[in-house]
T-cell receptor
Framework: GDSVTQMEGPVTLSEEAFLTINCTYT??????LFWYVQYPGEGLQLLLK?????DKGSNKGFEATYRKETTSFHLEKGSVQVSDSAVYFC??????????????FGRGTQLTVWP | DAGVIQSPRHEVTEMGQEVTLRCKPI?????LFWYRQTMMRGLELLIY????????DSGMPEDRFSAKMPNASFSTLKIQPSEPRDSAVYFC??????????????FGPGTRLTVT
């Protein structure tokens, strides 16, 4: 079935370091791909999305490229800030009739950024 | 625009009591999702509705859990009787059938449930 596997955390970085959080997926068809972020005590918020192969989603300095050949959607940021400390979730959309509308989430990766 | 509204934000109850969590989706959204989040199990989809009809409830842990959506602007998740292992953060999310095929979900702030 459709699923997402993302990098186990926690990830701890110093401010201004480069961030990569790996995400790979298994899906039939051509799903849309998402990264959600959850700040402490809050619900998940959409960070970025991509709808087809080679699309690049970007927001707040974060980027991810939809790679069909490697079934990946890795999250990157060139210079992290303390305020980026949060849990990051990779997700894909169901594409079949019985799964339309739902999202399949990874386990989440905790990121902590130290000043 | 108001986002997804959940109530209560925090609930503390004793084992065996009935618990009802409430959700108001974003106006115009036709999908509604209930999730549970714990450290051990991560984010789990419990049930989701489309146009007020349950589509998939395979994630509901057991018969103690039930969910209803009597109309497009309100849903409840009920646990009866509650047990300590039900302690978790419960999220409601909603989305709209898109013209462009992109189903974006919007999450509420969650209800933190503690069962003692």
């Amino acid at each position: 079935g459709d699923s997402v596997t993302q990098m186990e955390g926690p990830v701890t970085l110093s401010e201004e370091a480069f961030l990569t959080i790996n995400c790979t997926y298994t899906a039939t068809g051509y799903p849309s791909l998402f990264w959600y972020v959850q700040y402490p005590g809050e619900g998940l918020q959409l960070l970025l999305k991509a709808t087809k192969a080679d699309d690049k989603g970007s927001n707040k300095g974060f980027e991810a490229t939809y790679r069909k050949e490697t079934t990946s959607f890795h999250l990157e940021k060139g210079s992290v800030q303390v305020s980026d400390s949060a849990v990051y979730f990779c997700a894909l959309s169901g594409v079949r009739g019985s799964t339309l509308g739902r999202l399949y989430f990874g386990r989440g990766t905790q990121l902590t950024v130290w000043p | 625009d108001a986002g997804v509204i959940q109530s209560p934000r925090h609930e503390v109850t004793e084992m065996g009591q009935e618990v009802t969590l409430r959700c108001k989706p974003i106006s115009g959204h036709d999908y509604l999702f209930w999730y549970r989040q714990t450290m051990m199990r991560g984010l789990e989809l419990l049930i989701y509705f489309n146009n007020n009809v349950p589509i998939d409830d395979s994630g509901m842990p057991e018969d103690r859990f039930s969910a209803k959506m009597p109309n497009a602007s309100f849903s409840t998740l009920k646990i009866q009787p509650s047990e300590p292992r039900d302690s978790a953060v419960y999220f409601c999310a909603s989305s709209r059938t898109p013209g462009g095929g992109i189903y974006e979900q919007y999450f509420g702030p969650g209800t933190r449930l503690t069962v003692t």
